[in-house]
Nanobody, 122 residues
Framework: VQLQAFGGGLVHAGDSLRLSCAAS????????MGWFRQAPGQERVFVAA????????YYIDSVKGRFTISRDNTKNTLYLQMNSLKPEDTAVYYC????????????????WGQGTLVTVSS
């Protein structure tokens, strides 16, 4: 599946931003989807995942209560609503499609989007 992420930008601490990831090429609803991020000089890390049906979501502790992952299978689109942004959220955010229907890991991702930069100023 081809993925295109967009919606990044420069915001201030405490602001909100919504990332979107448009999918095409395969049946979007067959795959669990996730968001990863890579800060400057650091490895790409998992942020959030959602199962293929959109009924189960998972987050890293540092974004719980601030970020919400969702998907619209009728629009083949994945979202990441980011509230109360912090400077440490600054990173390039990547969407990903997994091989499974249930969860997403770095090792089981089958397709990556190109990334969108989020910069949070203090």
């Amino acid at each position: 599946v081809q993925l295109q992420a967009f919606g990044g930008g420069l915001v201030h601490a405490g602001d909100s931003l919504r990332l979107s990831c448009a999918a095409s090429g395969r049946t979007f609803s067959n795959y669990a989807m996730g968001w990863f991020r890579q800060a400057p000089g650091q490895e790409r890390v998992f942020v959030a995942a959602i199962n293929s049906a959109g009924t189960e979501a998972y987050y890293i502790d540092s974004v719980k209560g601030r970020f919400t992952i969702s998907r619209d299978n009728t629009k083949n689109t994945l979202y990441l609503q980011m509230n109360s942004l912090k400077p440490e959220d600054t990173a390039v955010y990547y969407c990903a499609a997994d091989r499974s229907r249930t969860f997403v890991t770095t090792h089981t991702v089958r397709d990556w989007g190109q990334g969108t930069l989020v910069t949070v100023s203090s």
